[in-house]
């Protein structure tokens, strides 16, 4: 990440595995604050700043219907929904 990113990894925060049984879910959240949001200046000053980049790894796929989507709620990316598929990877 830290030459995808041209950051160092001290500006990374620790990772995250999170095991999802069925019916869980995450609630919707956002990552960033914008300016203008009351909580904007306490989040940049808090020594990390904005979250510039995540990465989602889906371990298991669903049946078409079945749930397991990841959608991005910021106008900018219109509604985008990540569905569970088949990988490519090898």
Wanted: a positive charge.
């Amino acid at each position: 990440l830290e030459s995808a990113t041209g950051r160092s990894r001290r500006c990374f925060e620790e990772p995250l595995i999170t095991r999802y049984q069925v019916g869980d879910r995450q609630r919707r959240h956002f990552d960033a604050r914008v300016r203008g949001d009351h909580t904007f200046d306490d989040f940049m000053n808090n020594g990390l700043g904005q979250r510039i980049i995540q990465c989602v790894v889906y371990l298991n796929n669903m049946p078409e219907g079945g749930g397991g989507e990841t959608k991005f709620h910021h106008p900018t990316l219109k509604g985008l929904m990540v569905r569970l598929g088949h990988s490519n990877c090898k």
